[in-house]
């Protein structure tokens, strides 16, 4: 196994990593800035305004990209274990 193939290897991990979790951290991101604009807006400094809606907006996008996150992580676990042999040599 040349360097070369495993920096592509890590490479690859890597972006996938990213493309799996990008989804969700756009959604956390997004309902924090709205939550920011509304506690902004209406004055309301508790934490628990802030952190419960979060929350409920990152589980659901998990809940609902969990499929696509599943199809997506077992086929690279099937194109890294397909190709277990020819890592080997």
Same mark, same amino acid.
């Given at each position: %196994?040349? /360097?070369?193939?495993? =920096? &592509?290897?890590?490479?690859? %991990?890597?972006?996938?990593?990213?493309?799996?979790?990008? /989804? *969700?951290?756009? =959604?956390?991101?997004?309902?924090?800035?709205?939550?920011?604009?509304? &506690? *902004?807006?209406?004055?309301? &400094?508790?934490?628990?305004?802030?952190?419960? /809606?979060?929350?409920?907006? =990152?589980?659901?996008?998990?809940?609902?990209? %969990?499929?696509?996150?599943?199809?997506?992580?077992?086929?690279?676990?099937?194109?890294?274990? !397909?190709?277990? !042999?020819?890592?080997? &040599?």
């Amino acid at each position: %196994m040349t /360097p070369d193939s495993v =920096v &592509q290897i890590v490479r690859d %991990m890597l972006m996938v990593t990213l493309m799996l979790s990008a /989804p *969700i951290l756009a =959604v956390g991101l997004a309902a924090s800035v709205v939550i920011s604009l509304l &506690q *902004i807006v209406t004055s309301i &400094q508790d934490s628990t305004f802030s952190t419960v /809606p979060r929350l409920v907006a =990152v589980l659901a996008a998990l809940v609902f990209s %969990m499929p696509w996150i599943l199809h997506k992580a077992i086929a690279y676990a099937t194109l890294i274990l !397909g190709n277990l !042999g020819r890592y080997g &040599q």
